[in-house]
């Protein structure tokens, strides 16, 4: 079975330009997450999913983030315009979540890493 | 909002020594992970603790999550070149969102 499937794997873009990450849960799992990972702050919770709803965007830096999860197959995390300070490395992860107080283990994709110039 | 951290932020380790990683929740854990991540790669999943006291292995690696949930260690035996990396808990947050720790650091010097 395909894991969690992340594109691109390296964006390189200008100031300004609007980058769009995607990511492809694993096949059955209800539960999916956006970190963004820098070596000052480490790995932070951006927003996750469950069923395909948003649950909590606390963690989204700025109104220039947001994420999508159209479908159980497929989520978007778009920011525009960038900015230098967001590059980082975003990861999506997803789960299947047995109960509201545990969940299984999180499966991740292998990052996509965004350079903003 | 939950937080975890952990001690030490890096260690640094001759290959064959053991070593311990520390993890601290300001709240009761439910659930506590474990999690390793290579430089530049994703996270791989270790373990996962649920019961106060519970203890899991794998390999060279154990895991503790402490009696009163809100502190587990992972220590590693006989530590080898292949355990470099970053150790990282990860736990689920009052609002079922899914927190990691601060990270630690490994490497092994052959």
């Known amino acids: 079975d395909a894991g969690v499937i992340q594109s691109p794997r390296h964006e390189v873009t200008e100031m300004g330009q609007e980058v769009t990450l995607r990511c492809k849960p694993i096949?059955?799992?209800?539960?999916l997450f956006w970190y963004r990972q820098t070596m000052m702050r480490g790995l932070e919770l951006l927003i996750y999913?469950?069923?395909?709803?948003?649950?909590?965007d606390s963690g989204m830096p700025e109104d220039r983030f947001s994420a999508k999860m159209p479908n159980a197959s497929f989520s978007t995390l778009k920011i525009q315009p960038s900015e230098p300070r967001d590059s980082a490395v975003y990861f999506c992860?997803?789960?299947?979540?047995?109960?509201?107080?545990?969940?299984?283990?999180?499966?991740f994709g292998e990052g996509s890493r965004l350079t903003v110039l | 909002s939950q937080e975890l951290e952990q001690s030490p932020q890096s260690l640094i380790v001759q290959e064959g020594k053991n070593l311990t990683i520390n993890c601290t929740s300001s709240?009761?854990?439910?659930?506590l992970y474990w999690y390793k991540q290579k430089y530049g790669e994703g996270l791989i999943f270790l373990m996962m603790?649920?019961?106060?006291?519970e203890e899991k292995s794998h390999e060279k690696i154990t895991a503790k999550l402490d009696e009163k949930k809100q502190q587990s260690s992972l220590h590693i035996t006989a530590s080898q070149p292949s355990h470099a990396g970053i150790y990282l808990c990860?736990?689920?947050?009052?609002?079922?969102?899914?927190?990691f720790g601060t990270g630690t650091s490994l490497t092994v010097i052959p």
């Open positions: 096949s059955g799992h209800n539960s």
């Open positions: 992860a997803s789960s299947f979540r047995r109960t509201v107080m545990t969940t299984g283990e999180l499966f």
């Open positions: 990860g736990a689920l947050g009052p609002g079922n969102q899914f927190y």
């Open positions: 999913f469950n069923n395909n709803v948003p649950i909590d």
């Open positions: 709240k009761t854990l439910y659930g």
């Open positions: 603790l649920q019961k106060g006291g």
